[in-house]
Nanobody, 121 residues
Framework: QVQLVESGGGLVQPGGSLRLSCAAS????????MGWYRQAPGKQRELVAA???????NYADSVKGRFTVSRENAKNTVYLQMNSVQPEDTAVYYC???????????????WGQGTQVTVSS
């Protein structure tokens, strides 16, 4: 079993910063990929940023240079540092992890509950 707890969402002014956290717990043998998706009203869910077990990172073009994804392996936690936020960043942000679980070593994907980020003056 794998559980994800997200935190850090809220209201922020344009140009401000916000840091999202997602902590994974459960029968995790290894984390393959941890990432963030977002879904704005009327839009499809999209990948924002992801980090692999080797440290490779992927970002949506719209957030490159502004957002940074990182992880703290000892805590099974992934972060999304959001800088220079813009109104178009307003969305529900979902953590997603791709993990290998015990005892059967199967690979599964799990989603967080979502956290609202609103960028507004």
């Amino acid at each position: 079993q794998v559980q994800l707890v997200e935190s850090g969402g809220g209201l922020v002014q344009p140009g401000g910063s916000l840091r999202l956290s997602c902590a994974a717990s459960g029968s995790i043998k290894s984390i393959n990929v941890m990432g963030w998706y977002r879904q704005a009203p009327g839009k499809q869910r999209e990948l924002v940023a992801a980090i692999t077990n080797s440290g490779g990172r992927n970002y949506a073009d719209s957030v490159k240079g502004r957002f940074t994804v990182s992880r703290e392996n000892a805590k099974n936690t992934v972060y999304l540092q959001m800088n220079s936020v813009q109104p178009e960043d307003t969305a529900v942000y979902y953590c997603n992890v791709d993990v290998t679980v015990s005892p059967n070593y199967r690979r599964i994907s799990s989603w967080g509950q979502g956290t609202q980020v609103t960028v507004s003056s």
